[in-house]
């Protein structure tokens, strides 16, 4: 098959599937179609599954391309199938988020930083959702931990913000408090932007595409790091 004929199938499961994408899927190695003697892409019906096993993987499992490649990898070296219901993670990720308390469970994956659909909030609408008040939602822009956009609205992550605040002001913190949180995540973001942007600026097709999973990859593991050293941290303070 074509690379449009294997778009067309796909686009029935997986709407938000291009040809870019697939191009982008085989450039990371998780397919790789025959060519013809002119250059072009055959696809066998083989690779339309294992597309669509990517494709469920990353959408319905979060699960980054490393790990979805391990999975294929270990597939064709005959060490397991992946099965019909969604694929498993590999066996050292799988021991350690069985562990109760040392786990992965719980902890972010690259599809959790993938844009959704875009909702806009009034000021209203987000002091209604996050229960706070006016004075605690201009706090909380003076110290950066919420932003509007430059129309004016907020998005869905600010009113998590502002009940995570509201949270922790329970125990006595206040929005003053947490300007090092602010801090921490710009330099997070800063470092991942100086990784991502020559990738994003190469001139082929795909660049767009591996910067965005690139990103999110990263985001993910970040996330996960940031929040095993402050566990870590924490078992000093507790002494546990």
């Given at each position: 098959m074509s690379?449009?004929?294997?778009?067309?199938?796909?686009?029935?499961?997986?709407?938000?599937?291009?040809?870019?994408?697939?191009?982008?899927?085989?450039?990371e190695g998780l397919v790789q179609p025959g060519r013809t003697r002119s250059g072009y892409r055959q696809f066998a019906p083989a690779d339309v599954e294992?597309?669509?096993?990517?494709?469920?993987?990353?959408?319905d499992h979060y699960l980054p391309l490393k790990v979805i490649k391990e999975q294929l990898d270990a597939a064709d070296r005959g060490a397991g199938e992946h099965e019909a219901t969604g694929p498993r993670l590999p066996r050292k990720?799988?021991?350690?988020?069985?562990?109760?308390?040392?786990?992965?469970?719980?902890?972010?994956?690259a599809g959790d930083f993938a844009p959704g659909r875009e909702v806009r909030l009034t000021q209203e609408e987000l002091l209604a959702e996050?229960?706070?008040?006016e004075r605690t939602l201009g706090e909380l822009e003076q110290y950066g931990l919420v932003r509007p956009g430059a129309a004016g609205f907020y998005d869905p992550d600010a009113v998590l913000v502002a009940r995570t605040v509201r949270a922790m002001t329970e125990f006595g913190i206040e929005p003053r408090h947490l300007r090092a949180f602010r801090a921490s995540a710009d330099r997070e973001v800063g470092l991942l932007e100086?990784?991502?942007?020559?990738?994003s600026r190469h001139r082929d097709t795909d660049a767009k595409a591996r910067a965005d999973e690139m990103v999110r990859e990263l985001a993910a593991l970040s996330v996960t790091l940031h929040t095993l050293l402050v566990k870590a941290g924490i078992r000093g303070v507790t002494g546990g």
């Open positions: 690379i449009g004929a294997v778009l067309a199938q796909l686009r029935g499961d997986f709407p938000d599937v291009t040809i870019s994408k697939i191009r982008f899927l085989e450039s294992r597309l669509r096993f990517v494709l469920s993987a990353q959408r990720l799988v021991s350690l988020s069985s562990r109760s308390g040392d786990g992965f469970d719980g902890l972010p994956l996050a229960g706070i008040d100086q990784i991502v942007t020559p990738v």
